[in-house]
C-alpha cells in the first residue's frame, strides 16, 4: 500500500532542473506538515523544504530562491521544484508527513525511501 512514495529522481548537469513527487495515502496527506529532506553519502540528512497544511513555507538558505515546495490537494502529491541545480544537491530526496513542522527528520510520523537526485558538473 502507499504511505509516501517519492518519484521524480535522475540524473542532470549543474543548471538544469528537476521536479519531484511525493504520492501520500489520503489519511497521510491530511497531515499538518510535509516536507523534503535529503542525505549525501557520507553526510548527515538535512532539511531542504516544509509546507504546512495553510500553505506556509520554510526552505533551507542552502536552496533558497532555487527549489519551491508546493502540494496538489487533488491529487495527494507533495512537490519540489528544484532549479538551478548544483553539484552539492547530489543526494538521496526524502518526503515526510507529520503533525509538526519541525526540521528535525525524527520528529516525522511518515517517511518515504527516498529518489536519487544526481547533479554532474
Known amino acids: 500500500q502507499v504511505q509516501l512514495l517519492e518519484s521524480g529522481g535522475g540524473s542532470v548537469q549543474a543548471g538544469g532542473s528537476l521536479r519531484l513527487s511525493c504520492v501520500a495515502s489520503a489519511y497521510i496527506y491530511g497531515s499538518r506538515c510535509m516536507g523534503w529532506f535529503r542525505q549525501a553519502p557520507q553526510k548527515e540528512r538535512e532539511r531542504v523544504a516544509v509546507i504546512g497544511s495553510d500553505g506556509s513555507t520554510s526552505y533551507a538558505e542552502a536552496v533558497k530562491g532555487r527549489f519551491t515546495i508546493s502540494k496538489d490537494n487533488a491529487k495527494n502529491t507533495l512537490y519540489l521544484q528544484m532549479n538551478s541545480l548544483k553539484p552539492e544537491d547530489t543526494a538521496m530526496y526524502y518526503c515526510?508527513?507529520?503533525?509538526?513542522?519541525?526540521?528535525?527528520?525524527?520528529?516525522?510520523?511518515?517517511r518515504g525511501q527516498g529518489t536519487q537526485v544526481t547533479v554532474s558538473s
Open positions: 515526510a508527513a507529520g503533525s509538526f513542522c519541525s526540521w528535525s527528520w525524527s520528529i516525522y510520523n511518515y
